[in-house]
């Protein structure tokens, strides 16, 4: 899922998961480590995120619609 915006993701219940398409690793981001306000409307892409191990702005985005799915978002990997 691509075009997730920062306004979405401030303005959701729940952080949102980020996998890197060139290394695979799986984190899950919250609104606050993302500084997402509501109202601003660059996606995650422009917005600079990178992956915290191999560095590449390729990834994809899934957004949770309850705990569970976050907590096995992570788990399953
Ligand atoms: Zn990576």
Not at 7 to 29: K, L, S, Y
């Amino acid at each position: 899922m691509t075009g997730l915006t920062l306004h979405d993701v401030a303005t959701g219940r729940h952080p949102v998961g980020i996998e890197c398409d060139r290394c695979v690793r799986r984190v899950v981001v919250t609104a606050a480590a993302l500084k997402a306000v509501a109202g601003d409307r660059r996606t995650l892409e422009e917005a600079g995120l990178v992956c915290g191990k191999c560095g590449s702005r390729a990834f994809s985005v899934t957004r949770f619609l309850s705990a569970a799915s976050v907590r096995s978002f992570v788990r399953n990997h």
